[in-house]
């Protein structure tokens, strides 16, 4: 039998990858890792807690906020509140963003951002959600507290990204800029192990990601570019968990869009929270992120925290497809750089 890895044992072997490391994202990631951990116990169970369901508020960008959202929220900022290893948050349920005090006048020089429960409207019906994070390096002066500028960095400059898939069984999958791995719970030891290492999107694959029901609200080139989707036999999947849907093409290769539409001229998902941190680990699994305007998502500059975006990432030849079709159909001409 193969010797198991539990998640903390990985994150602990890998900082000696730095040299110079402290530490401290070390006791990040796992901290994040207890926090997933909670949340998955809560989620499993929402149905027999009675937690289900729309709580009487919106988030901060209007979306119905369900209950869990604002369950694991709490859960995520209660654990990095503790851990001493972060010294501000920001959240896509919270308005602001939140400074931590030093734990034991320990200065930290780390923040994080989350998306704490993604595609939230599946909760009800038993079907997967996900957590996303992101961890920057605070550029703002270490005596004070954290800044709006530590978050407002641009996706380039994320230390460390993951999500964490509540689904048929919970997955964390997390990349630090050298490469991605996955680690599947136990539930029975309660620990996370390694499950799959070194994840690599493959060049292609046979499915495309979008809400087709906004087909006749996107702009001709999108259409154009489904189109072509459809005529080459592609599967359409579509869960409405980013989380989800891009775990699939990490995996099995395809293509995930959302584009702008009238309702949302910039794109529904968040830069931030959303955009960045799974642009990250789909470029360091080889695969491509991009606007529908073909800029870069982890170049485009922050101008605040709940920014919304287009995009389309996935298997770098598919991307790269779209991008040709962007370029041939657009109204007005766009030549993306990259
Ligand atoms: P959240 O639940 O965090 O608000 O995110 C939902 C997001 C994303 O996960 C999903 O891909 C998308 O919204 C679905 O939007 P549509 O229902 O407009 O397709
Ligand atoms: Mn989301
Ligand atoms: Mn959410």
Redesign the pocket.
């Known amino acids: 039998m193969n010797r198991i890895v539990t998640l903390d044992e990985f994150i602990i072997r890998r900082q000696k990858d730095f040299p110079f490391a402290s530490g401290e994202l070390t006791g990040l990631l796992r901290d994040i890792g207890v926090a997933a951990k909670i949340v998955n116990r809560e989620v499993n169970k929402a149905g027999l807690l009675n937690i289900l369901g729309v709580a009487d508020s919106q988030?901060s960008?209007g979306?119905v906020v369900?209950k869990l959202?604002l369950y694991a929220n709490d859960k995520l900022i209660e654990c990095l509140k503790n851990s001493g290893e972060c010294c501000g948050v920001a959240s896509?349920e919270c308005e602001e963003l939140i400074a931590i005090p030093p734990v034991d006048d320990k200065p930290s020089k780390y923040v994080v951002v989350f998306?704490?429960?993604?595609?939230?409207?599946?909760i009800d019906v038993n079907v997967s959600?996900?957590t996303?994070f992101g961890i920057y390096r605070r550029v703002s002066d270490p005596a004070g507290p954290c800044a709006i500028e530590d978050f407002l960095q641009p996706g380039n400059q994320l230390v460390a990204a993951g999500y964490v898939l509540y689904g048929t069984s919970t997955l964390l999958v997390y990349t630090t800029g050298r490469g991605v791995n996955g680690f599947t719970l136990d539930p029975t030891i309660g620990e996370f192990c390694l499950s799959h290492q070194n994840i690599q999107i493959p060049a292609r694959g046979n499915y495309y990601s979008v809400?087709q029901?906004?087909y006749l609200k996107f702009d001709l080139e999108m259409r154009r570019y489904i189109d072509h989707c459809s005529d080459m036999n592609l599967m359409l999947r579509?869960?409405?968990?980013?989380?989800?849907?891009i775990h699939r093409i990490l995996f099995q290769g395809g293509i995930?869009l959302?584009p702008n539409?009238r309702k949302?001229p910039q794109g529904?998902?968040?830069l931030v929270?959303?955009c960045n941190p799974l642009s990250f680990i789909v470029e360091q699994a080889g695969g491509k992120a991009m606007t529908c305007q073909l800029e870069r998502v982890l170049d485009l500059e922050v101008n605040h925290l709940h920014q919304r975006a287009t995009i389309a990432m996935g298997s770098p030849d598919m991307v790269d497809e779209m991008k040709e079709f962007v370029q041939r159909y657009s109204a007005t001409p766009i030549f993306g750089k990259r």
């Open positions: 988030n960008t979306d369900q959202d896509e998306d704490p429960l993604d595609g939230s409207s599946n959600v996900g996303i809400n029901g906004y579509y869960i409405g968990s980013m989380v989800s849907d995930f959302y539409t949302y529904k998902l968040r929270y959303e």
